[in-house]
């Protein structure tokens, strides 16, 4: 693995980096939860900027932020206490971070940060702040989005025409193509061992998993078109939302289609991402 301590960005650097993020669309991220008392929502962050990609953990909620300032925007990554009921900028940085995803090789968490020079590259932000970011992989650009697995695996999604999904491990291999024209949404199954995404095929969109024991891919399903992003609700269950109403589709019964929630109450647009854990679900609402 190699790493690279993370360097301070020149004032022209960062000017040039926020200066084509300067119309990032608005969103909010709410947090619905079944509990013994019924089921109930409530929004998690404002609806004033950009609040996006949410990763919901059982100590809380971690996400992507939009900050602004005089010379433009970046985005840090944030974490919701559930605890204390708090937030707070775990980055940090004069860069701009996204996707957070535990790091599943030390204590942290891995994103996508936007370099100075504009590649878009993994890292590692460890969780002592004593301790500098550092790069994972050097060779490996323009990333996207990234799932681990297991055995020191890393799926990602590489931006390109068209958009690829590629597999290596830590020690930085060269990365293998799984598939092509694929969606934005990556995820891991540690009970099936398979990763999850979706592609575009002849026209039809397909939930698709990604076996490296048995080094294919198989299909399951289409998924509406306008469907992008899913979650996993249980080993054998995704998640997705079509408009502002979240949807079940199960592995046994692939062609029945289960109406989960309508959260047309909280979200009067379009529910655009998505993550479940531990009977709470978090959702991003376009603005």
């Known amino acids: 693995m190699i790493k690279k301590v993370l360097k301070v960005l020149s004032i022209s650097c960062l000017m040039t980096v926020l200066g084509t993020q300067a119309s990032m669309p608005k969103s909010q991220i709410w947090l619905a939860k079944e509990s013994k008392e019924g089921f109930f929502v409530k929004p998690v962050t404002g609806s004033d900027a950009y609040h996006n990609q949410p990763l919901l953990t059982h100590q809380g909620l971690f996400y992507t932020k939009e900050l602004k300032s005089g010379s433009g925007t970046q985005t840090d990554l944030f974490f919701y206490n559930f605890a204390n009921d708090k937030h707070s900028n775990i980055t940090n940085t004069p860069v701009s971070e996204y996707s957070p995803t535990i790091y599943p090789h030390d204590n942290g ?11 878009q590259k993994l890292w590692f932000y460890p969780n002592d702040k004593s301790v500098p970011p550092s790069r994972i992989f050097e060779h490996i650009e323009p990333v996207g989005y990234h799932v681990w697995g297991k055995n020191r695996d890393v799926m990602m999604f590489i931006l390109g025409t068209p958009h690829t999904l590629q597999f290596t491990d830590i ?104 993550s479940y854990n531990h009977e709470a679900l978090a959702f991003v609402c376009s603005e």
């Open 109 to 119: 968490v891995s994103a996508i940060v936007v370099e100075p020079s504009g590649e």
């Open 171 to 274: 020690t930085g291999h060269l990365p293998k193509l799984i598939a092509k024209d694929i969606g934005r949404s990556l995820a891991y199954n540690r009970t099936a061992d398979v990763y999850s995404f979706t592609y575009t095929e002849n026209n039809m969109h397909w939930f698709a998993t990604y076996s490296e024991q048995l080094k294919s891919v198989k299909k399951h399903f289409a998924l509406p078109a306008k469907v992008k992003d899913y979650t996993w609700f249980d080993d054998n269950t995704i998640a997705y939302a079509v408009g502002n109403r979240v949807f079940t589709r199960n592995f046994a019964m692939p062609k029945k289609v289960v109406l989960w929630k309508d959260l047309q109450d909280y979200c009067s647009t379009n529910i655009t991402r998505l």
